[in-house]
């Protein structure tokens, strides 16, 4: 169905508006209203991106973050927060204790959960603890939420759910994906919501960079929102490959930690975790080193379950 409302929109000539179609915005309000709570948000709120990582790697600059300011983020966390930092001419700060800040506040604070890489959710009373620290110091607080709908042994909760912020979005931004819950990673579909203010700030400075999305993938995302049987199908066809995966790596010897939602697997043998990708690599299994994410992860790797069934089972076959 999201094919075809591509193929039903092609014929799309005009320049795309910056603010997006209003038809793709009511959508995402629906989604969030629907299958995650969040209600209170206006059309105004709302605004379409060209995938989640131009947004998070430009997102700082952007907000008129820069030099002298600090942007934190998780100690295990996704490489583009830091590289959106160094282009923004901040000092990245990878830390998971705010107590470490002391007097000086960070600008901006990412959130990521569910966590890429590690699978991480925070629970409601973590994330209400945040909100509240970054309102108590002027920081803007940031949430990827690109895996939401990808859980297993949790019920990850949207910074923009009122249990969490209160009932007001003031300082608050959620960026979300379609990549993960659609399998759209190739459409290039995402949104960031929540203060009004902020997502005007974006608006503004958007327009004058000339970053729209396309208005075919417009239409597409409105109707992969709206529809929620393609999503429970991806859900079930990650879990039982999921399921699959962690039997294997824990038959051969590896824990798995965390790893309650997202796409991926934290596994361990308590060694460098370069030993283990040559290892894996030696029986033809890819896997992600997870110093690439920080260096509290220097004796995991990241397994994604994002293959096909075909090569999945084949990997199983490989690590038994």
């Given at each position: 169905m999201v094919q075809q409302a591509l193929r039903d929109a092609a014929d799309s000539p005009g320049y795309p508006t910056t603010l997006g179609l209003e038809s793709t915005r009511?959508?995402?309000?629906?989604?969030?209203?629907?299958?995650?709570?969040?209600?209170?948000?206006?059309?105004?709120?709302?605004?379409?991106v060209t995938g989640s990582k131009e947004l998070v790697a430009h997102?700082?600059?952007?907000?008129?973050?820069?030099?002298?300011?600090?942007?934190?983020f998780p100690e295990l966390a996704y490489p583009t927060y830091e590289v959106g930092a160094v282009l923004a001419?901040?000092?990245?700060?990878?830390?998971?204790?705010?107590?470490?800040?002391?007097?000086?506040?960070?600008?901006?604070?990412?959130?990521?959960?569910?966590?890429?890489?590690?699978?991480r959710v925070l629970p409601v009373e973590h994330l209400r603890k945040v909100v509240d620290w970054c309102r108590e110091r002027g920081t803007v607080l940031v949430s990827d939420e690109c895996y939401l709908e990808c859980a297993w042994d949790a019920e990850p909760v949207s910074v923009l759910h009122p249990d969490v912020n209160g009932g007001s979005v003031e300082g608050i931004l959620a960026v979300h994906s379609l990549s993960k819950r659609s399998n759209l990673a190739g459409y290039r579909c995402a949104f960031v919501a929540g203060d009004?203010?902020?997502v005007a700030e974006l608006l503004a400075v958007r327009k004058n960079l000339g970053l729209m999305m396309p208005g075919p993938q417009q239409r597409a995302?409105?109707?992969?929102?709206?529809?929620?049987?393609?999503?429970?199908?991806q859900h079930a066809r990650y879990a039982a490959r999921r399921a699959?995966?962690?039997?294997?790596?824990?038959?051969?010897?590896f824990r798995v930690d965390h790893s309650e939602a997202s796409l991926y697997l934290w596994a361990t043998r308590g060694e460098d975790c370069?030993?283990?990708?040559?290892?894996?690599?030696e029986r033809g299994v890819l896997v992600a080193p997870g110093e690439f994410y920080g260096v509290a992860g220097s004796q995991h790797v990241r397994v994604a379950f994002t293959a096909t069934d075909e090569r999945v089972d084949a990997a199983v076959r490989r690590l038994a």
């Open positions: 009511q959508a995402v309000l629906d989604w969030l209203a629907r299958d995650h709570g969040v209600t209170g948000l206006g059309l105004d709120q709302v605004l379409p997102l700082p600059g952007q907000l008129g973050i820069g030099p002298g300011d600090v942007v934190a001419g901040a000092r990245p700060v990878a830390t998971d204790s705010l107590t470490s800040f002391g007097p000086e506040a960070p600008a901006l604070l990412w959130l990521n959960s569910p966590s890429n890489p590690t699978g009004a203010a902020l995302m409105a109707v992969a929102l709206a529809d929620t049987d393609h999503a429970r199908e699959r995966l962690r039997g294997a790596l824990e038959g051969a010897g370069w030993t283990t990708v040559a290892d894996l690599a």
